[in-house]
């Protein structure tokens, strides 16, 4: 173990991923956190007259699964965002599965900080979001970082 990296070093081309099914709660959920009232997420008919013809959940449900994944997967605990770049490019409805997945593409000696490629997919193989995240994971005593799924 290096003081760096005292719960273990994340190899570059490590994976992992969860996966969970969204629900209309998670839009209300997500409504009461965010304050995010936007009619696509809530009434059908200005849902159906947009370009995703039904209701869609809010990004920030899309994108929560990969909080999920680097703090309870890779890097692990302990683990935060330090810097996002994410490209919506499809729409995620309720009753979609979405899996969310990261693999490490770069790993600091002197920090540490970790590079990941993230992306989040739906149940029928779609790609809703794509992009990277750079991430600080502090030392959690007693805890391992790092592995693979």
Known sequence: MSAVWPNGKPEVGAAAELSRQVGPDDILRF???????????????AAAS????????????????LNAVIAEKLPGPGTVFLNVSWNFTAPVRPGDTITGRVEVTEVR??????K?????TRDDGTTALDGTAVCWTAEMPGRRSGGTA
Do not use: C, M, W
Not at 51 to 62: D, L
Not at 116 to 120: D, E, G, K, Y
């Open 50 to 65: 947009s370009r995703f013809g039904e209701i869609v959940v809010q990004g920030g449900v899309t994108s929560a699964i």
């Open 31 to 45: 409504t009461e956190l965010s304050g995010d009232r936007n009619p696509l997420h809530y009434d059908e008919a």
């Open 109 to 114: 000696d002197d920090k540490p900080i970790t």
């Open 116 to 120: 990941l490629a993230t992306r989040v």
